[in-house]
């Protein structure tokens, strides 16, 4: 075979992997032609921290390369055919910090440092991969979990910039009477007309639900539609997404949305547009649950809040977007619930707030997820809080069955507003917190991993307020516990074998990877610790990661990795989730890995491993 059919055939092998398959055919072969090619015999070592200077870049061809810790050689990573390294070494141009070793005997390409940072220069594909691989995989991975899903969904794509959905608006002057609106809205076959000051600044707008209610109360044509208009705009810019129009939708529980730049109406987009063959959507949703009044009800409505989740998959929705859409829509089906659990109860003073603790604390509900909840409470003078207590646990143990009829069941921890340790008191919530973080014992380090991510969903919001900075100037006032809260959450590892394998376990009585209790909750608790010792005043994983990050002055593409690989295992448990929901079967975070694709079990290998390296940042931040 001569040199350009060798040549060709290599950058054909090539082309079936990330990043080669984005790059130009000219900087693929530029980068062939350089390539030499290698062979190891299994044990063999390829590269170590001892060897001097920058090291080549690798490709496997063919075998097994296994990354190692230096000083215990201990096997933590395993690669396989089409994957690169040692990546961060070559980037900061400097020698790796691991051992790599031939896990099998391994055919690799090898390009040389000189000619790597080259590479970066000419191929845009390979830089962008180089500098943000997982990032790359990640997309990857929701392009075909997005294609899989999408012949059975027709929906709009949530990433669509609102500005390409737009229809023009029907405007007219606030001094138009009722009657001439009426009639341009009849002529033009519309549900809504905003009124516009002479700049088209929008002033407010009048829908048929208006129109409904000022022919019931036979309101005379000829009064001026300002006086009748409503004037609370919801607006959003052409650059937002139709995700962030739909969540919007669902806060406000509204139709419409109008399209402002620089305080010009330039579009309106109605929910038709976002979801325009979709059975039922976000505003349907939230008006239903305003009218809700029964559990069966209840329990439908949450039946469509899982549905319009699975479609949202489908239509590609990133996964800390949609959990903080469940969680949204959860809230408002959780209001209702306990609004309607509470009817009739003579509270005779006590005010309360009803609070989330867990996943739902931190905005990271997934399709199928149990109860944590509790309340907080405040007697009137004169009563004691055990009969306050009294007076609140009946309706709390009615919403606490009511919710498990609508999709969230109990919690086999009791951790329940029904369980008279999770009905406290402001002062008694704020001198448990504080128990827990001066004793530090087993018990309480678990109790800190759950009750410690409380968000107010129901009620006074100021007592859940409250007891937060608590929390934060005990923990700030005992950085003992947090050192004991490391030292217990670094005892868990990422379910990596000593050969790069998963190592499978039984949850529930089924065997395979248990995406949360193995997966998620290394991020969560790391970020949650993180988040205590800096003062973070933020509830979801990502945010404190994030704001974590900026605090600590880590590099942005650090904390991204973290972040990405955390919501790459929520996608995973969605995935799931909804899988078991089209077959009839009860959600769980069960998964086997060989059934996953290769790209997503590569990208499963890869998301553990920055949960090794957060947990190291966790290490270090303590010294432990």
Same mark, same amino acid.
């Given at each position: 075979m001569n040199t350009t059919s060798l040549t060709a055939q290599i950058a054909r092998e090539l082309r079936q992997h990330a990043p080669f398959d984005a790059m130009t055919e000219a900087d693929l072969l530029w980068m062939v032609q350089r390539l030499k090619v290698a062979y190891f015999e299994e044990g063999t070592l390829l590269i170590s921290p001892q060897d001097n200077g920058e090291?080549?870049?690798?490709?496997?061809?063919?075998?097994?390369?296994?990354?190692?810790?230096?000083?215990?050689?201990?096997?933590?990573?395993?690669?396989?055919?089409?994957?690169?390294?040692?990546?961060?070494?070559?980037?900061?141009?400097?020698?790796?910090?691991?051992?790599?070793?031939?896990?099998?005997?391994?055919?690799?390409?090898?390009l040389s440092s000189s000619d790597f940072q080259q590479l970066l220069e000419r191929s845009e594909a390979f830089r962008a991969f180089g500098t943000r691989r997982l990032a790359h995989l990640l997309e990857l991975s929701r392009q075909r979990i997005q294609s899989a899903l999408s012949t059975r969904?027709?929906?709009?794509?949530?990433?669509?910039?609102?500005?390409?959905?737009?229809?023009?608006?029907?405007?007219?002057?606030?001094?138009?009477?009722?009657?001439?609106?009426?009639?341009? !809205?009849?002529?033009?076959?519309?549900?809504? !007309?905003?009124?516009?000051?002479?700049?088209?600044?929008?002033?407010?707008?009048?829908?048929?639900?208006?129109?409904?209610?000022?022919?019931?109360?036979?309101?005379?044509?000829?009064?001026?539609?300002?006086?009748? !208009?409503?004037?609370?705009?919801?607006?959003?810019?052409?650059?937002?997404?139709?995700?962030?129009?739909?969540?919007? !939708?669902?806060?406000h529980r509204i139709r419409h949305l109008l399209i402002v730049e620089r305080d010009k109406l330039v579009g309106i987009v109605a929910e038709r547009d976002l979801f325009s063959l979709q059975r039922i959507g976000v505003y349907e949703i939230a008006t239903a649950l305003d009218h809700a009044h029964d559990v069966?009800?209840?329990?439908?409505?949450?039946?469509?809040?899982?549905?319009?989740?699975?479609?949202?998959?489908?239509?590609?929705?990133?996964?800390?977007?949609?959990?903080?859409?469940?969680?949204?829509?959860?809230? *408002?089906?959780?209001?209702?619930?306990?609004?309607?659990?509470?009817?009739?109860?003579?509270?005779?003073?006590?005010?309360?707030?009803?609070?989330?603790?867990?996943?739902?604390? *931190? +905005?990271?509900?997934?399709?199928?997820?149990?109860?944590?909840?509790?309340?907080?409470?405040?007697?009137?003078?004169?009563?004691?809080?055990?009969?306050?207590?009294?007076? $609140?646990?009946?309706?709390?143990?009615?919403?606490?069955?009511?919710?498990?009829?609508?999709?969230?069941p109990l919690c086999k921890g009791n951790v329940m507003a029904s369980n008279p340790e999770c009905c406290l008191s402001l002062n008694e919530w704020q001198l448990q917190f504080g128990d827990w973080i001066e004793g530090g014992n087993l018990q309480h380090l678990l109790n800190a991993k759950i009750y410690f991510d409380m968000r107010p969903v129901w009620g006074e919001f100021w007592m859940a307020y409250e007891i937060r900075e608590h929390l934060l100037h005990c923990i700030k006032q005992r950085p003992r516990f947090l050192h004991m809260l490391t030292q217990n959450t670094l005892e868990y590892k990422p379910p990596l074998s000593l050969?790069?394998?998963?190592?499978?376990?039984?949850?529930?009585?089924?065997?395979?990877?248990?995406?949360?209790?193995?997966?998620?909750?290394?991020?969560?608790?790391?970020?949650?610790?993180?988040?205590?010792?800096?003062?973070?005043?933020?509830?979801?994983?990502? +945010?404190?990661?994030?704001?974590?990050?900026?605090?600590?002055?880590?590099?942005?593409?650090?904390?991204?990795?973290?972040?990405?690989?955390?919501?790459?295992?929520?996608? $995973?448990?969605?995935?799931?989730?909804?899988?078991?929901?089209?077959?009839?079967?009860?959600?769980?975070?069960?998964?086997?890995?060989?059934?996953?694709?290769g790209l997503d079990r590569r990208i499963l290998k890869e998301t553990l491993r920055q949960a090794r390296k957060l947990q190291g940042k966790l290490g270090e931040s303590f010294r432990i």
């Open positions: 090291p080549d870049l690798q490709i496997i061809k063919k075998g097994i390369v296994r990354s190692e810790d230096a000083n215990s050689n201990t096997p933590y990573l395993e690669l396989h055919e089409g994957e690169m390294f040692p990546i961060g070494a070559l980037l900061s141009r400097r020698p790796v910090i691991s051992n790599y070793r031939a896990g099998a005997d391994t055919f690799v390409y090898q969904s027709n929906q709009q794509h949530t990433d669509t910039p609102l500005g390409e959905l737009a229809h023009k608006p029907i405007t007219c002057p606030p001094d138009t009477s009722l009657g001439e609106v009426l009639r341009q !809205m009849k002529a033009q076959r519309i549900g809504s !007309m905003i009124m516009v000051d002479a700049e088209h600044k929008p002033l407010g707008i009048f829908t048929l639900v208006d129109v409904l209610t000022h022919a019931t109360r036979q309101t005379p044509h000829d009064t001026p539609i300002h006086e009748l !208009m409503s004037t609370s705009l919801v607006c959003l810019p052409p650059s937002a997404l139709t995700f962030d129009a739909a969540l919007t !939708m669902a806060q069966e009800t209840l329990a439908q409505i949450s039946r469509d809040i899982r549905q319009l989740a699975s479609n949202m998959l489908a239509q590609g929705v990133a996964p800390e977007n949609l959990t903080q859409l469940i969680s949204t829509l959860n809230d *408002r089906l959780i209001e209702r619930v306990v609004e309607q659990a509470f009817d009739g109860t003579q509270l005779q003073g006590i005010i309360f707030c009803w609070v989330a603790f867990g996943s739902e604390g *931190r +905005q990271e509900q997934t399709i199928g997820t149990d109860q944590d909840n509790g309340i907080i409470f405040q007697a009137p003078d004169g009563m004691s809080n055990a009969e306050a207590r009294k007076i $609140l646990l009946p309706a709390a143990k009615r919403a606490n069955d009511w919710l498990a009829q609508c999709g969230f050969l790069g394998d998963f190592i499978l376990s039984t949850h529930d009585g089924k065997t395979g990877l248990d995406l949360k209790v193995n997966g998620t909750v290394f991020f969560v608790d790391a970020a949650r610790i993180l988040s205590l010792a800096n003062g973070i005043d933020a509830y979801s994983t990502a +945010q404190r990661l994030r704001l974590y990050g900026e605090q600590a002055g880590i590099r942005t593409e650090t904390v991204e990795g973290w972040v990405q690989a955390f919501h790459f295992l929520l996608l $995973l448990r969605l995935q799931h989730q909804q899988q078991a929901l089209e077959n009839q079967r009860e959600p769980d975070n069960t998964i086997d890995p060989k059934t996953l694709s």
